[in-house]
């Protein structure tokens, strides 16, 4: 069980414009030399990179633990897998609710380590 966050608490993100745009041009590229594949595998490290650079701060200002998120590329291929089956069933139907299911793993994966 995770120790109570401290009154006042909140999260400070310091992922940046840059940092988006080369994740873009990264996934960009994966994107076309896997023929549309990686995009199975991209919602996963779009929405990981700004949690993976957050802090939570207390009220005072003072950084008290960061945000991990805890998954790995077999959890991530196993889970994009059965989703690229359920697309090709549902005729591209599935890809409306993969995007919430994505989110629900990652924050069901993240830890938060102290500081």
């Given at each position: 069980m995770l120790p109570a966050l401290p009154p006042g608490s909140r999260l400070s993100c310091s992922f940046s414009v840059t940092e988006?745009?080369?994740h873009v041009i990264i996934w960009v590229?994966?994107?076309?030399?896997?023929?549309?594949l990686a995009l199975f595998v991209a919602p996963y490290y779009f929405l990981k990179?700004?949690?993976?650079?957050?802090?939570?701060?207390?009220?005072?200002?003072r950084v008290v633990g960061r945000l991990q998120v805890d998954v790995n590329l077999a959890e991530i291929l196993g889970h994009a897998v059965i989703w690229v089956l359920l697309t090709?069933?549902?005729?591209?139907?599935?890809?409306i609710l993969y995007q919430f299911s994505v989110i629900k793993r990652l924050l069901n994966a993240v830890v938060m380590e102290p500081v």
């Open positions: 988006g745009i080369g590229l994966l994107v076309v030399v896997t023929l549309g990179a700004p949690i993976n650079k957050t802090a939570v701060v207390d009220a005072s200002g090709i069933v549902t005729l591209g139907l599935a890809l």
